[in-house]
């Protein structure tokens, strides 16, 4: 199948890197003028790993500008307000959070209550490794720097955010980062927000992007109500999990926090620290998602529901997300992969590029809205890793040319319709840009 491939790759390039120039604030990266004007906890390590290939001050920088942030349980907030932004351009903003009323919280850095996908002990570790020799000493300085950090991350999600078998829960979806997915409207959906709850707001979101590209009102009350149920608690982890009505296991969260758990280990031999809890918590985690979150019938992962007690059953990207899991076994990723081909209905349509974020045959995908049906491209970028991972190096290989061709038709926008009409959401988004960067240098390291 061809598709229109635009703007040359080098042009592309020089595009990339100035994106990322414009978007950065002095201390880190912002995702998107506008619509996001503060940093983002899982974009960071992204940026960073793109950011590493030309600059790695400003990549490091941006790491420990994000773990300013962390609390003192070793929570790393999903949002670190930038104090020089008005309070109001991004709701919910700092008013909001209220992280100042946390005795977790650090001490003058504004911040949310939630967290996002752990991606920051892999990220960390690919900047190593793409570190020039002349680097080495300063890149190893820098993990050193920045183990206790991921360290206390990890043990947060461990002993704070986990049940019995292992797996973290998240409490809210912005912490999925899949935030509007149908994959959690079976438990989103029981949601209810009691009258009176919420406060007056603005969505602020309207105001920077195209309402039919972002969620709904409903479920952004939705949104806001979770978010209130935890601040209430003083976000108390114990508490929370018996008040709140969303409580999931999510595959890609989990499979996330055993790649940075195996990336954990690598820094510790680097940095001459003992890494074998982090051993340890990465293959439960990962037995634990074979266990508990595989799905025999329809050869593939979903997320469990903690609140009725059930594995939910949407077609949504975070089904293949396990193969990014060192150690995952080799027939469960086999037979993953297999299914990751024939969810895409690209067998049947002529132009379809790999993967959509959700099922384009599901009755909720919808080909513009944030994370219900199109392409981003940290989702490929995952899964290219996770397919090179597990040695499929032609899935792998075509998550990579789509992202090569849906940015070089349409720039780097926030993502892109899976049948490759057009483009949605912010544009000069900045992980667009870091991904590109990262896959073109591997592809070119390749040969
Ligand atoms: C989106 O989420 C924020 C809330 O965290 C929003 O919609 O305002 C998601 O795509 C999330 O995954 C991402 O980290 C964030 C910034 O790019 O935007």
Known sequence: MGHATGAPRADRLTQARAILDENWTGSSTIPAPGLYPHQWNWDTGFIAIGRARWDRPRAEAEMLSLFRGQWANGMLPHIVFNPAVPTDAYFPGPDFWQSDGSANAPNGVMTSGLTQPPVH?????????????????????FLRQLFPALAALHRYLRDERSGPE????????????????????????RVHVPEGTLPAFERRDLMNADPRDRPSDEDYDRFVYLSIVYRDTGYDDVRVRELTPFLVESPMFNAIRAWSAAALVEIAGIVGEDGREFAEDGERIVRAIEAKLWEQRHARFFPFDLRDGHRMNHHSIDSFMPLVAPGLDAELARRTVDSLRTYHDCA??????????YDPLGGDFDMRRYWRGPI???????????????????TADELRGAVFELVGTFGFREYFDPHGTAAYGADRFSWTAALFLDLAARLDEAG
């Open 348 to 357: 049947i349509r002529e132009r379809c590029f790999l993967l959509p974020t």
């Open 166 to 189: 292992g797996l973290a829960f998240i409490l809210h979806p912005w912490e999925s980062g899949l935030d509007n997915s149908p994959a959690w409207d079976e438990a989103f959906g």
């Open 376 to 394: 981003w491209a940290n989702t490929n970028w995952l899964l290219e890793r996770g397919c090179r991972l597990v040695g499929e190096h032609r």
């Open 121 to 141: 002990a892999f990220a960390a570790l690919e900047m190593h490794r793409c570190a020039a020799n002349a680097d080495a000493d300063r890149s190893r300085g």
